[in-house]
């Protein structure tokens, strides 16, 4: 990036603030227990963990609302949860975050979705999850896609489908959410899941990881540039999309725009630092993304700050968000590194 990119990023930034996007996708509670590990349980090969703290966060799209409202967003998040206790916990959650929890759906034949990490010396030992997508009745989706178009009406800028195949985000329903967009020219994002991979056509951006890039197009994964860029070319053609983000873990990440008939990648190498975990980077990616692009940005530019704000995330312990005054950060660094 250069001194005059900066400059254009902090514009884009200072437009950040009360900019409306539409949050449509499952939600979960994340759940954290940390302590340390001194000794092997004698009943097991396993370590025993002794537990210093225990706290929760919001996860799935609930993590890519906060995400939005941290960087001075309005988030309009659209889901289902149940009506237990794990819920009014997701609520309180948001309210603190500053996302209304209004447009949520509350569904009693439903569990909210529970994750749950055990995490000793910064290191992951196990994760366990609550949940059952298969009681998400048709009557809830239906509900949550009337409460999708009020928040269209409502002047929303952006949408982002944040897929995590538990349920909401079915094939009727995908189709229905696109539909409802495309009718208010509301640009659409998607953080993907395999096996919805190809419902996104037409999109505005689509960001998998290179593993679901490949496994969306039913194709075995290959390493190295080159074949993500064959690959690449092969989503945008055969989905029609405006553009395409693979993100690619320590090599970065490349997006593929169009012009006209022709498709261009664009490799954004990752600005080196130390990884303590990935959990929760794909959500951040794609709120930066749609913000960023929602607040003026090209899409190249919108890319660049979704590398920036991903290079973030993946230093922090947990699910995290990024604040503007921290993304702006990391793209002075890579002026000083450049």
């Known amino acids: 990036m250069t001194k005059a990119g900066f400059k254009r990023l902090s514009s884009i930034a200072a437009g950040f603030r009360g900019r409306k996007i539409a949050v449509f996708g499952d939600l979960m509670l994340d759940r954290y227990i940390k302590g340390s590990v001194k000794r092997i349980s004698p009943e097991a090969p396993v370590p025993v963990v002794r537990v210093t703290s225990e706290s929760a966060v919001c996860g799935g799209s609930a993590n890519v609302a906060v995400n939005l409202s941290t960087l001075g967003a309005s988030a309009v998040l659209i889901s289902v949860a149940g009506r237990d206790a794990a819920a009014e916990e997701v609520s309180g959650l948001l309210l603190a975050a500053g996302v209304s929890p209004d447009a949520l759906v509350r569904d009693a034949a439903f569990r909210t979705i529970e994750k749950t990490r055990v995490i000793a010396e910064h290191q992951q030992v196990v994760r366990f999850d609550r949940e059952h997508p298969a009681l998400l009745g048709h009557a809830a989706r239906k509900a949550a896609l009337a409460a999708l178009e009020a ?3 409502g ?3 952006a949408l982002i489908l944040s897929d995590y195949g538990k349920g909401l985000l079915e ?3 995908i189709r229905s959410a696109m539909a409802l967009a495309a009718k208010r020219g509301v ?3 998607v953080d993907p899941k395999v096996e919805h991979f190809q419902l996104y056509r037409g999109a505005s951006c689509i960001t998998p990881n290179t ?3 490949f496994g969306g197009m039913r194709l075995t994964h290959r390493d190295g540039q080159e074949a993500a860029e064959l690959l690449g070319r092969d989503i945008m053609r055969r989905l029609a ?3 395409l983000l693979i993100t690619q873990g320590e090599h970065g990440m490349t997006l593929f725009t169009r012009k006209g008939s022709a ?3 664009n490799h954004i190498p990752t600005l080196a630092r130390e990884v303590y975990d990935v959990t929760g980077a794909g959500d951040t990616v794609i709120s930066v993304l749609a913000l960023t ?3 003026g940005a090209a899409p190249e530019e919108a890319a660049l700050a979704a590398n920036f704000a991903a290079g973030i995330v993946v230093g922090k312990l947990g699910t995290a968000s990024v604040t503007v005054e921290e993304l702006l950060d990391s793209a002075k660094s890579w002026i000083k590194t450049a």
């Open 151 to 153: 928040a269209l009406k």
């Open 155 to 157: 002047g929303c800028e």
């Open 171 to 173: 094939p009727a329903t």
């Open 187 to 189: 640009p659409v994002f």
């Open 211 to 213: 593993l679901e890039a």
């Open 241 to 243: 999309l405006k553009s």
């Open 263 to 265: 498709i261009t990648p």
């Open 293 to 295: 692009w929602a607040s």
